[in-house]
């Protein structure tokens, strides 16, 4: 079966950076996106890896290793605003985005 | 990057009613549509995909009789709820792609049935 599994909620400080994982099982894969969702918003996007390695954005960085089914997303200089959900999903075979539930980022002054 | 609008965006209406929420890709051509729906607290969830100009595919568990999808033009799907009741009260998000690439989500409508 297809899934995405990463933690249910996380909670850092202002300023720190943050690391959230996200594994995947998907039937064939053609990249993982990440977004982020504040509360009674739509989900935006973040970044779309579908090679190894880190792809850098500002102040948000996304990972990706396609042998392990694994990605995570970095966030650094942690601010306020950054207090949100952040959805993995995978993109399978027939390109259609496989969501895992979402964490829960809490960040504190 | 491509936007995908919503209308209405909150909508409040009586049990028993229908109500039919808009999705359009404003500088694009939306190849595939797509209907999430969420709960508070809880990640999308797919109701449907649909194919301009053929008939949507409903993931298993959603009635289609009650959630219509029409995708009748390039730019246009619309999700009808109908003979609503307060358990149909949700977000309701959908969500555009032109052919095989990154899917852009519009900003959602809040459905509130009494």
């Known amino acids: 079966g297809q899934n995405i599994d990463q933690p249910t909620e996380m909670t850092a400080t202002e300023g720190a950076i943050v690391q959230i994982n996200c594994t995947y099982q998907t039937s064939g894969f053609n990249g993982l996106f990440w977004y982020q969702q504040h509360a009674g918003e739509a989900p935006t996007f973040l970044s779309y890896n579908v090679l190894d390695g880190l792809e850098e954005k500002g102040r948000f960085s996304s990972f990706l290793s396609r042998s392990k089914g694994y990605s995570y997303l970095l966030l650094k200089e942690l601010q306020m605003k950054d207090s949100a959900s952040y959805l993995c999903?995978?993109?399978?075979?027939?390109?259609?985005?496989?969501w895992g539930a979402g964490t829960k980022l809490i960040i504190k002054p | 990057g491509a936007v995908v609008s919503q209308h209405p965006s909150r909508v409040i209406c009586k049990s028993g009613t229908s109500v039919k929420i808009e999705c359009r890709s404003l500088d694009f051509q939306a190849t595939t549509m797509f209907w999430y729906r969420q709960f508070p607290k809880q990640s999308l969830m797919l109701m449907a995909t649909s194919n301009e100009g053929s008939k949507a595919t409903y993931e298993q568990g959603v009635e289609k009789d009650k959630f219509l999808i029409n995708h009748a033009s390039l730019t246009l799907s619309t999700l009808t709820v109908t003979s609503a009741h307060p358990e149909d009260s949700s977000f309701y998000i959908c969500?555009?792609?032109?052919?095989?690439?990154?899917?852009?989500f519009g900003p959602g409508t809040r459905l509130t049935v009494l």
């Open positions: 969500s555009a792609r032109e052919r095989e690439s990154e899917q852009f």
């Open positions: 999903a995978g993109l399978d075979s027939n390109y259609q985005l496989i």
